[in-house]
């Protein structure tokens, strides 16, 4: 039994315990109750833990603080979504404890869980049962006092393993929500994980085998007929994008010509696979949203026939080594000098929407929302870009409002979130900014108290079977919320738009802009105007492009 941990041994147990989530990464999204498309917990956390695996890779740790120092820096600025923020909470709170240890114990090692639970407590401002807190809080309990049984780490990290896991199953209980929908609190689920990898690579177990990147950009022809090779050659390229470019329309027309399509995107560059017949066309629409640096193309059918034959299939490996190293430079964000006292940063996803923030008056645009929720870092990479003494964020999501906090103390710009939830609400918020205020904290408060009077109506559509709120939900029915609320479900748009359009009457609305998303039609936008304008005769009804994924319409309702 492991009764002593250093560096290197800190750092085995995280990459394992990375590995670990990165593997039932799907399994914990299927644990989500809401059935709405989002940046799943399960994905958010594998994504948190990753940036804290990859930086571990890059360095050799002597010492246990310095293990968990990395640890816990990569992790705050990896943070995405609130689940991710609290794990890194958690990381924290452990660095906090074991700093300028060579070593730990099983008794330090309990310490420094309950720190860790300390932390993201104090983090959160209504901290509620049922969660991940409360799986770890119990966890490190146990902990505690397993290390006065027996000063062993990994008996300490078996015991709070085996306490979380009962609290765990009880979670169901705690939240009447889950319990509705029979499963155990996602979070929870994701944080055991980890704690399980970390307990496994203790015991010498062989770190899983997890290679994401090339199974998304590589054809796994061991599991495929010729007949299934739909198009022919498997095209990667990396492009460095100009600045304010959205790449949204080259998404909707590489998913014209081709299959298997993915893209990776940041803020300086972006990476497509695709299977297509035409390479070379996918190529030239690519470099008008910036330049391309570097391609591969790999013939699908002959590898599938060497393959066959018994022979080494032909690819581009040396490439592949070039773009893994390219993946995982970072490069020290650049700071903008303060050429004003305030500035303002908001986060979307959606060209027409980016244009809306912009024209009243924001100076940088995180791309993110739902279904991706942009990294801590990713933040405050435009944090740092905007001209201001004062950075006012938007985060236009409730689950990128943890995120967007981290920023504050980790610049020299003074950070203020306004803790918007929807574009709506962001939109309205900017609309009130009082430019010629003295106190910066005053004006954050009148715009978030303005964003409080607009009622957001969003449709979309259900990712995941579920019986949410009264309605049985089945996958890919449509779906329309209000004020993040489930408001009604059918197999069609029409009668949800008419039933939205009621309420905007009933909330005697005398404003409603509609932003229509990218899978829908300008005519079909139109009708949406025409269905809301008949409903609310008195109000003043717009429709705008928003070109935003999965939500078909954002509705603004003032």
Request: overall charge negative; aromatic content about 6%.
């Given at each position: 039994m492991?009764?002593r941990i ?22 914990i999204?299927?644990l ?17 833990i ?10 050799q ?10 640890t816990a820096?990569?992790?705050l600025r990896?943070?995405?979504?609130n ?7 958690l ?7 074991l ?7 099983g008794?330090?090692l309990a310490?420094?869980l ?5 932390t993201?407590?104090s983090a959160?401002?209504k ?11 119990l966890?490190a309990?146990r ?9 062993s780490v ?6 709070a393993?085996r306490k ?10 705690m ?5 509705k ?5 996602a979070?929870?689920k994701g944080?055991?994980v980890?704690?399980?990898g970390?307990?496994?690579a203790?015991?010498g177990?062989e770190?899983?085998d997890v290679s994401e990147e ?13 007949e ?9 390229f ?14 909707a027309?590489l998913?014209t ?17 695709v299977h297509?017949d ?6 030239t629409?690519?470099q008008?949203?910036?330049t ?6 790999e013939?699908?059918?002959t590898q ?5 034959a ?9 490439l592949?080594?070039?773009?893994r ?16 006292r305030?500035g ?8 027409g ?9 924001v ?5 993110g929302g739902?279904t ?9 990479q435009e944090v740092?870009r905007?001209?201001s ?5 938007l985060?236009n ?11 504050v103390?980790?610049?020299?710009k ?10 709506p ?14 106190d910066?904290q ?6 978030a108290?303005?964003?409080q009077?607009v009622t957001?109506a969003q449709?979309t ?6 019986d949410?709120?009264g ?5 890919g029915d ?18 949800l738009?008419?039933?939205?359009a009621?309420?905007?009457?009933a909330r005697?609305?005398e404003?409603?802009?509609i932003f229509y998303?990218?899978?829908?039609t ?6 949406a ?12 009804v717009?429709?705008l492009?928003?070109?935003?994924p999965?939500?078909?319409?954002i509705?603004?309702?003032?």
């Amino acid at each position: 039994m492991t009764d002593r941990i250093s560096g290197s041994v800190f750092k085995q147990m995280v990459l394992f315990g990375a590995a670990c989530i990165t593997l039932e990464r799907e399994a914990i999204n299927d644990l989500n109750v809401f059935p709405v498309p989002d940046g799943d917990t399960g994905t958010n956390m594998s994504l948190t833990i990753q940036t804290a695996a990859n930086e571990l890779k890059k360095n050799q740790p002597v010492t246990v603080s310095d293990a968990a120092s990395i640890t816990a820096s990569a992790l705050l600025r990896g943070a995405r979504g609130n689940s991710g923020v609290i794990l890194s909470l958690l990381f924290r709170g452990v660095s906090k404890y074991l700093k300028g240890e060579e070593e730990a114990d099983g008794v330090q090692l309990a310490g420094a869980l309950k720190e860790g639970v300390t932390t993201a407590y104090s983090a959160v401002m209504k901290p509620a049962e049922g969660t991940v807190l409360t799986v770890s809080r119990l966890a490190a309990d146990r902990a505690a006092e397993a290390a006065e049984e027996c000063n062993s780490v990994e008996y300490v990290l078996q015991e709070a393993i085996r306490k979380g896991l009962e609290t765990l199953d009880e979670t169901i209980e705690m939240n009447p929500v889950l319990k509705k929908a029979g499963v155990v609190d996602a979070g929870g689920k994701g944080y055991l994980v980890i704690l399980d990898g970390m307990l496994r690579a203790l015991r010498g177990e062989e770190i899983p085998d997890v290679s994401e990147e090339k199974a998304e950009s590589k054809a796994d022809f061991s599991a495929l007929s010729e007949e299934e090779i739909t198009f022919t050659f498997d095209t990667v390229f990396i492009v460095r994008k100009w600045e304010n470019t959205s790449i949204e329309p080259l998404r909707a027309y590489l998913s014209t010509i081709g299959d298997c399509l993915v893209i990776g995107e940041d803020d300086e560059a972006f990476k497509v696979h695709v299977h297509t017949d035409i390479p070379g066309v996918a190529l030239t629409e690519a470099q008008k949203y910036g330049t391309l640096e570097l391609a591969k193309i790999e013939n699908m059918r002959t590898q599938y026939e060497a393959v066959a034959a018994g022979r080494k299939a032909q690819s581009t490996d040396d490439l592949d080594e070039i773009e893994r190293e390219l993946e995982s430079m970072e490069e020290e964000p650049a700071t903008a000098p303060a050429e004003k006292r305030y500035g303002f940063l908001a986060v979307c996803a959606g060209e027409g929407l980016a244009t809306a923030f912009r024209d009243l008056g924001v100076d940088r645009i995180v791309s993110g929302g739902q279904t991706m929720n942009p990294s801590t870092e990713a933040i405050l990479q435009e944090v740092n870009r905007t001209p201001s003494e004062v950075v006012f964020i938007l985060p236009n999501n409730k689950n990128i409002i943890m995120a967007a906090q981290q920023c504050v103390g980790l610049t020299e710009k003074q950070v203020i979130v306004v803790p918007t939830a929807t574009v709506p609400q962001g939109i309205t918020a900017m609309m009130n900014a009082d430019l010629e205020g003295d106190d910066p904290q005053a004006i954050a408060d009148a715009m978030a108290q303005a964003a409080q009077a607009v009622t957001t109506a969003q449709v979309t559509y259900a990712a995941r079977n579920s019986d949410f709120d009264g309605f049985a939900i089945n996958e890919g029915d449509y779906l329309a919320l209000e004020d993040g609320k489930l408001f009604g479900t059918d197999r069609s748009i029409e009668p949800l738009l008419s039933k939205l359009a009621e309420d905007a009457k009933a909330r005697d609305a005398e404003f409603v802009t509609i932003f229509y998303g990218e899978d829908v039609t300008e005519e079909d936008a139109q009708k949406a105007e025409a269905v809301f304008a008949a409903a609310c005769p008195d109000a003043e009804v717009s429709v705008l492009a928003g070109g935003q994924p999965v939500y078909y319409y954002i509705v603004s309702i003032e």
